[in-house]
């Protein structure tokens, strides 16, 4: 798999295991997932995701894939376990967190949640953008691994009735990871999980950078 052609890529041993060891240390002190399925902006919450988040070898492959300086976007913590299991529909992920709303053309529709500006920007903005999955534990079929529609993330954002024809006729990639490894994707790639059919977890550090200058006095929330 390669990010530039399939829209997704997996990557081995690019954070030192000490420090996964250390966020699985951490998290499992929180009270916050006791009814929660995960942390949004938890590297405002967790120092170890923090260190994760901001760690040279992150941030050197998402300047890699590209080409310019990223910029972290949005981080949440997942954990999917026998407690909090859920499945996901097709999709892509196509909207961002500001600290304020702001007129530019191309950018919408607008909405609030928990007080936070969230938008749908540009294509352009989606293409300058790149998601790091950092996977605490293994995950396959049978502890509802992401799956995703290869080079889907070349045909721009999808309207329904294109997503339902594009997973309707083609086949879906499982992405298997082990514990340890980053899986690298597109936002914008179609992809959804199915639940867990087994009693473990599958706790995933969600990244997204981005390359993109926003306007002045804008910045990601």
Request: neutral net charge.
């Amino acid at each position: 798999m390669n990010i530039h052609q399939d829209g997704v890529e997996i990557k081995q041993h690019l954070l030192p295991d000490q420090l996964l060891q250390d966020v699985i240390a951490e998290i499992s002190q929180s009270k916050d997932l006791i009814e929660k399925h995960g942390i949004r902006n938890a590297e405002k919450k967790f120092k170890s995701i923090f260190q994760v988040a901001h760690h040279k070898n992150l941030q050197q492959e998402a300047r890699k894939i590209l080409g310019g300086e990223p910029q972290i976007v949005r981080v949440i913590f997942f954990d999917k376990n026998p407690d909090k299991n859920w499945l996901v529909s097709w999709h892509q992920d196509k909207t961002v967190a500001l600290n304020q709303k702001f007129n530019c053309e191309g950018w919408g529709p607008w909405t609030v949640k928990d007080n936070t500006h969230h938008v749908q920007p540009p294509l352009g903005v989606l293409n300058k953008m790149i998601t790091f999955r950092i996977h605490l534990d293994p995950s396959d079929e049978e502890n509802g691994c992401l799956l995703v529609m290869p080079g889907s993330h070349k045909r721009g954002i999808l309207k329904h009735s294109e997503i339902n024809e594009i997973t309707g006729k083609d086949t879906a990639l499982p992405c298997r990871v082990d514990y340890g490894d980053t899986f690298i994707m597109r936002p914008h790639i179609l992809h959804s999980s199915k639940k867990s059919l087994e009693p473990t977890h599958r706790r995933v550090i969600h990244i997204e950078y981005s390359s993109y200058k926003l306007p002045i006095d804008i910045s990601w929330a």
